[in-house]
């Protein structure tokens, strides 16, 4: 079992299937964020993303190790950008690879949820005329 867990200026979304490969896993499934360009009608130019960074990979180290304690994982990928991202730029990405398909989907969705839900990282939308820090937790 292996665990890539990173936090980066830019994500290089070609890289990941490499990366999440393994002879033992007959599926992987990936999960990419991206930048949109619409929230609540409001045209988004931009995000930033902000993190302190050592308490977030220890938290997205301890959501790779739930995720291979409940499922079946060969390898299991996190990755979140900080910094300004354009629209369409992805922000985070998230895999698993397994034997088979039910653990890789089940365990990818974890993976974002709980990402999103748990690790210090905050987002700033910026819109043409304003911007906003968004509550990352509820």
């Known amino acids: 079992m292996k665990k890539i867990i990173d936090i980066v200026e830019t994500i290089d979304t070609s890289q990941v299937y490499t990366e999440l490969s393994d002879t033992q896993s007959g599926g992987i499934c990936v999960f990419i964020g991206t930048v949109r360009e619409f929230t609540d009608q409001q045209e988004v130019t931009a995000l930033m993303f902000e993190t302190y960074r050592?308490?977030?990979?220890?938290?997205?180290?301890?959501?790779?190790?739930?995720?291979?304690?409940?499922?079946?994982?060969?390898?299991?990928?996190?990755?979140?950008?900080?910094?300004?991202?354009?629209?369409?730029?992805?922000?985070?990405?998230?895999?698993?690879?397994?034997?088979?398909r039910p653990e890789c989907f089940e365990a990818c969705r974890f993976l974002i949820d709980t990402l999103k839900e748990t690790v210090p990282i905050?987002?700033?939308e910026i819109f043409k005329d304003k911007s906003v820090w968004v509550s990352a937790h509820p």
């Open 54 to 100: 050592n308490m977030a990979l220890k938290e997205m180290d301890k959501i790779a190790e739930q995720a291979m304690k409940k499922w079946s994982l060969n390898k299991v990928l996190l990755r979140h950008a900080i910094g300004e991202k354009e629209v369409g730029e992805p922000v985070v990405v998230v895999g698993a690879s397994s034997a088979h």
């Open 122 to 124: 905050w987002k700033k």
